[in-house]
């Protein structure tokens, strides 16, 4: 069996502590352009994804001329029941 010492525990729960702090030390410095980076990245891929949909747009005007000659007749016909009325008396 292997057994660990309590030099090595420290060890170890030493340099966990210096990766961690190592790290947040890293970004702190270098989180901002990091940020940065991808969100410039993602920006580039909305507005890719923005000028495909106008040049669709585009093309899909450019293809033919809509003309309408007049307006079809209204087939809506207006009903002027509401509905059906019936009496009733209040029972005490």
Known sequence: MF???LGD??????IILLIYFG???IFRFF????MRFI???????????FNQQQEFTNE???KGKTTIDKKPPSSRKVKKEVGEFIDYEEID
Do not use: N
Not at 9 to 14: A, H
Not at 39 to 49: V, W
């Open 3 to 5: 057994e660990a010492s």
């Open 9 to 14: 525990f420290f060890q170890v729960i030493l």
């Open 23 to 25: 790290i947040k030390i």
């Open 31 to 34: 989180g901002p352009s990091i």
């Open 39 to 49: 969100f410039l990245k993602i920006g580039q891929k909305f507005e890719k994804k």
């Open 60 to 62: 899909m005007h450019r």
